[in-house]
Structures are given as C-alpha cells and as structure tokens.
C-alpha cells in the first residue's frame, strides 16, 4: 500500500489553497484564517487517506512553521509553537494509556479479568458490552479524566476480551467479530458517563464556572440529577442501538461462561507480575481519584504508574518502543491539539461563536434553544477535546441563550454536556477515541459514519427525554 495517495493529496492541496486564498472575513486575524485553511486541510487529508494520519500531521505542523501562521516574522517562535502541542499533558495521557495496557496484556492480567467478564456477562455480545460499560459508570464519579478511566481501565480489558474471542488486531478479517462492536461501544459509554456526573471529566467543572460567571449556580447534586435520566436511557439504548445498525458477527456466545472458567482455572493462581500489576493498577485509581489532594493531574499519575512498571520489571523499556500504536497517536494528536488551540488562542473560536450568535439573537427561546445546541455541538469536528470546546465556546453560546431567555440552568447543563457527548462524531473527537481507535477494530469510516448517527441518537434522547425530565425538575 502506497503511503501517499497522489489524487487526494491534490484535492487536499487544493482544499487548503482555496480556502487560504478567501478573502479573510472582517473581524478575523489574517493568520487565524490561514491557520484554518492548513487544519482543515489536515482533516480532509486525513478523512480521503491521501497519506497516514501521521504523516498529515507532520504535514501541518511543518506548514505551520512554515507560513509562520502561529507566529509572522518569528521563526524561531513559529516552529516552536507548531511543536507545543507534544507538550500538551492530555496528549501524554493517552500514550502512557496504552503502555499501561500493554501491561495488562503482557502480564496476563487483562486476559484474566477478560475471562472473569466473560463468566460473569458471556452469555452474549450485549452482556458483555454492559459488563464492560457498568464498570466504567461506577468509576465515573470518582476518576475526573474519562481519559484515565477508558485508557487505564477500560479499554485494555475491552481489547483482551475482543481477542480471546477472536478479533484480532492485526487480522481485519476478524474486526467485525465482536471487536468493532465492543470498541463504539465502550467509547461511546464513555462519553454518556462521563456527562453523567460534574466530576466525571475535566470539561464539566469548566461548564460550571463559566455558568456560575453568569450568575447560574450548578451543583455536584443538581449535575447528577439533571444528567440522570438522559443518561441512563442513553446507557442503556446505546449497546442496542450499535447491535442492530453495527452489529457483531458473533451473535451466540452461550457457551462463554464455561469456556471462561475452564480457562481461568488453566491459568491458575495469579502470578507474581499481575501482582504488581494489580497494586500498579490501585496505585493509579488512588492517585487518578485523590490526585487533587497531592496537587498532581492524571498525567503525572501515569508516569508513576509507568515508572512502577519499569522500575519492577513488569515492562522493560524495549516494550515501551514496540508499542507503535502509541507514538503513532502521540504525533497526529499532537498535531491537531495543536492547530485547535491555536485556532481558539488567535480569535477565530470566539468570532465564529459571535458571528452565530448575533444571527440568533432576535428569536424566541423556544426556537433558539434547539439552534444553539444543534450549531455548539457539531462545532465539535474542529476540537479535539471537550475542554477545548468548552474553554473557546461555552460562554459565549450559552451567554447568547440566557439572552433571548433560554431557561439558565437547563441551557448550562445541556451545552456541558454537548461537548462530550459529541465526542462520538470523530476518532479525534475527545481524548479517549484515540486510544480505542488506536485498536483498529473501527476504521475512519465507520467510526464517522456511525459516530454521527450516535450523535443524532444521544441529542434526541436528550431534547425528548431529557427535555421531559427538566420540566418535571422545574427548570422550565
């Protein structure tokens, strides 16, 4: 297979050319709009594969450099902002999550617990795809980086589940068996739980400080509450949604169970290595969950887990450099962080966020409402994360709202949870996608594809039952 696609990289090229050639709408820096065309132009590198995603990063941050976009007249400051985003800790998170799941897979420990799931659940593809997203709803509360929480947890279990039932990464033949199905699955689990709960994912106690700022007081409880409802039913319709529009080739797993506990009892008692595995593990929930009590974010706690690794032989450095997939996402992440911080740092986020309210502004609440959610939240294809979104749009959309008297508290929950929900709609979108796209169960296409229609889904639930609810809550 080629690495470069010469025709999509010309309609790449010529993407990127046109719109950098537009005239810059008033109101917008002149390296603002060029710095659009380059990213865009990444994405759409990336959506019609005109190479791999990292080489089209590494083609956007060297046009960034390049063009000085990020910094005219200053090459030395322009090559060093196009390479900030490798310093972003969100974007370590996630590497060091999949070197902590190779831990599991190394040890043995995720086949064991993979086996444990599947006595439990394995009487079928949904039982295990609820076994694998209750664990992730207990944990929610506690662990405030939904990163940590499918990196760490999660996902390696997911993974050691999907090959011992026979997808296998490197076998595309065998993706559709169940890993593909697990793996939207368990992402998008995420992204419901993580709105479920203000302390679920670092996004949400931004939401409440940008609504406090508005005079609207949200509270741990009132979150909880609101989020309830529409959360459950998204829980709980999202594995059957995927199992009759994506469904696993495996339909019929009655035989799991034995098959799990014949295994487990092969395996016999627990090996030293996923000793240390274990404690390594209750060492990084410990630290993930009370990190704010020793002034230390999840990244930090993951090195040390990484370190307690290393350091006691459970992983050598040389599994560290194999584990390819990692430093594959660390460079196209890196790359796309980048260009969307950047994007929010020289003005463009915020004057498209003025320029969609002031079209808005003259209506009626009833009509706006819906609006401000359907344009906030598929905003979401230029972010790489919800906090980014939240930090560049959530004032100013839900600002826009109160305005024209949108109920307050209803409008501040809902836009908090937009960001994340809409994580679903790219492989980019939030920051656990890239470590579950990174098991290539789910190629590009699908996952935009079925990601969007996960979109519509969630927002429905949201407006129709959710709406509902907060009328019998009293916010409207």
Not at 121 to 132: H, I, T
Request: glycine share 10%.
């Amino acid at each position: 297979m080629k690495e470069v696609k010469p025709i999509p990289l010309l309609i790449t090229v010529v993407i990127g050319v046109v719109i950098w050639f537009i005239p810059v709408p008033e109101g917008v820096k002149p390296n603002a709009w060029h710095l659009l065309a380059i990213f865009l132009a990444t994405i759409f590198g990336i959506i019609l594969k005109a190479a791999s995603m990292g080489t089209m990063a590494m083609l956007g941050i060297t046009l960034c450099a390049v063009t000085q976009v990020l910094a005219p007249g200053d090459p030395a400051k322009a090559i060093g902002n196009a390479l900030s985003g490798f310093g972003n800790s969100t974007i370590w998170l996630i590497g060091l999550a999949f070197f902590i799941a190779r831990g599991f897979i190394k040890t043995g420990l995720g086949t064991r617990l993979a086996y444990y799931f599947i006595r439990l659940f394995g009487k079928g593809p949904l039982g295990l795809a609820y076994g694998l997203n209750i664990a992730d709803l207990i944990l929610a509360p506690a662990i405030p980086s939904n990163t940590a929480r499918a990196g760490g947890v999660i996902f390696p279990i997911m993974k050691s589940i999907a090959v011992n039932m026979g997808s296998e990464p490197d076998k595309p033949e065998t993706h559709r068996r169940i890993g593909a199905f697990l793996t939207l699955s368990s992402y998008n689990a995420n992204m419901i739980t993580s709105v479920m709960f203000l302390t679920a994912t670092a996004s949400n106690p931004m939401a409440q400080k940008f609504a406090k700022d508005l005079g609207i007081t949200i509270t741990w409880g009132s979150w909880a509450i609101a989020a309830l409802l529409p959360g459950l039913v998204c829980f709980i319709v999202l594995p059957l949604f995927l199992y009759k529009f994506y469904p696993p080739e495996l339909k019929n797993t009655k035989d799991a169970p034995a098959m799990a506990a014949q295994k487990l009892k092969e395996m016999g008692p627990v090996t030293v290595a996923e000793w240390l595995m274990v404690v390594t593990f209750f060492v990084l929930l410990i630290l993930w969950i009370f990190g704010n009590l020793f002034a230390m974010d999840a990244t930090t706690g993951a090195l040390i887990g990484l370190s307690i690794l290393l350091l006691t032989g459970v992983l050598t450095w040389e599994d560290v450099k194999a584990e390819k997939g990692a430093w594959d996402t660390i460079v196209w992440f890196s790359s796309l962080v980048m260009m969307g911080s950047y994007l929010n740092s020289l003005g463009f986020i915020g004057w498209f966020g003025n320029l969609i309210g002031a079209q808005i502004s003259h209506l009626s609440w009833q009509v706006a409402f819906p609006l401000i959610i359907l344009v906030y939240s598929y905003c979401h294809y230029m972010f790489a994360s919800a906090t980014a979104q939240a930090a560049a749009m959530y004032g100013v959309f839900l600002a826009v709202g109160v305005s024209v008297g949108v109920p307050g508290t209803m409008l501040a929950i809902f836009l908090g949870a937009c960001a994340t929900l809409m994580g679903s709609l790219t492989h980019y979108g939030h920051g656990p996608a890239p470590i579950f796209f990174g098991s290539t169960y789910v190629d590009m296409k699908d996952w935009w594809k079925h990601g969007f229609f996960i979109s519509v889904l969630f927002l429905a639930i949201w407006f129709g039952i959710g709406g509902l609810w907060w009328k019998v809550l009293g916010l409207w």
